[in-house]
């Protein structure tokens, strides 16, 4: 199992995270596309890096098209030597429409689109093939040497997509390399939902599971002191009722019959009552979506619940905690 790590934030202090990150042997980190552009962020990590993989997580792929898509990362994949993990999301119809302006439409089936439009784009600057691609939502058939980049010596970037419903977890099984699970999800929604749609995605593709990897972020609950362990139970708690109340992840809660849950989450955020939200997240929901424990049974905690299943592991932990615990549970997850 890998585990990776995370950047972003204030790009002067960008060189320092990512030299410590892969000081402390993380596998690759992770930069996600929400206040800052991913893609900048990933540059400064690759120049002052060497080893560690390098993932956008996510870029947002419905607030591009594919050109300009692949332009970014093709770049990225050259200047990093290679190490590029182009993670992308479709995000939901309201940050699509109201936020960026772009179209929303059939997600699945436009992300499998544009996942394919990249390859094309790749296979013509790389390879030398002709750009020929012809779909229902991105057309792109002009590329003419003053435009044609250099090739990548490394190939095109590994393409990871996040997904949470069957539809688009079928999509990554059948044309990515890699699967984003989300955060917001349980060992049983991985096992009974997750995991079927994977395989039946690769199989349409002529692929297998072991063909995807899968990466995982981890919620965690834990603290020195209990006090601490409580600040981080309220600050989890208030990140799974955010995801809760969205009705795209719906079908989490409802499969472990907590549907209702998701209603009551969804109206409180309506009145942007963020707190209220936090307070309905209760202790049994808390656990089954993320590993409570002392730092020293954090470890012993993942592995045994996503062991042998998610292939990247990271830690989803919204508070602060002491400098090095990290590192030293992912030291504890690698030697094991």
């Not at 057309?139 to 949470?164: C, D, I, K």
């Not at 590993?291 to 932990?317: C, I, K």
Request: charged content about 20%.
């Amino acid at each position: 199992m890998k585990v990776d790590g995370g950047v972003g934030g204030d790009l002067s202090l960008v060189p320092d995270v990512a030299r410590q990150a892969e000081a402390d042997g993380y596998d690759g980190v992770w930069c996600a596309e929400t206040n800052q552009d991913p893609f900048l962020t990933l540059l400064l990590t690759a120049e002052h890096t060497e080893r560690i993989e390098i993932g956008t997580g996510i870029a947002v792929a419905f607030a591009r098209n594919p050109m300009t898509l692949a332009q970014s990362a093709h770049d990225l994949q050259r200047y990093s030597g290679g190490r590029l993990l182009l993670g992308l999301g479709s995000q939901i119809r309201p940050h699509i429409t109201r936020r960026f302006s772009m179209e929303w439409s059939r997600p699945a089936a436009r992300m499998r689109e544009m996942i394919l439009a990249l390859r094309a784009i790749w296979a013509t600057w790389n390879d030398g093939a002709e750009l020929a691609f012809k779909g229902e939502f991105y057309t792109h058939t002009l590329m003419t040497p003053f435009f044609t980049p250099p090739p990548s010596e490394q190939g095109p970037p590994l393409v990871y997509l996040a997904a949470v419903g069957p539809k688009m977890t079928a999509v990554a099984g059948e044309v990515a390399d890699g699967l984003l699970a989300h955060g917001f999800t349980t060992p049983e929604y991985l096992r009974d939902v997750t995991l079927p749609a994977l395989d039946m995605g690769a199989t349409a593709g002529g692929r297998s599971r072991s063909d995807v990897s899968i990466s995982l972020p981890a919620f965690v609950v834990t603290g020195e002191t209990d006090e601490d362990t409580a600040k981080a139970a309220t600050a989890v708690k208030g990140q799974i009722a955010f995801y809760g109340s969205t009705p795209a992840y719906k079908g989490v809660l409802e499969h472990h019959g907590w549907g209702d849950l998701h209603d009551e989450l969804n109206t409180l955020s309506k009145k942007k009552e963020w707190k209220a939200m936090g307070e309905l997240v209760d202790d049994d929901v808390l656990e089954a979506f993320a590993v409570v424990a002392a730092p020293d049974a954090v470890a012993a905690g993942l592995r045994d619940r996503f062991g042998g299943t998610v292939d990247r592991l990271s830690f989803y932990a919204p508070y602060k905690v002491p400098d090095g615990l990290w590192g030293q549970v992912a030291a504890e997850l690698r030697d094991a």
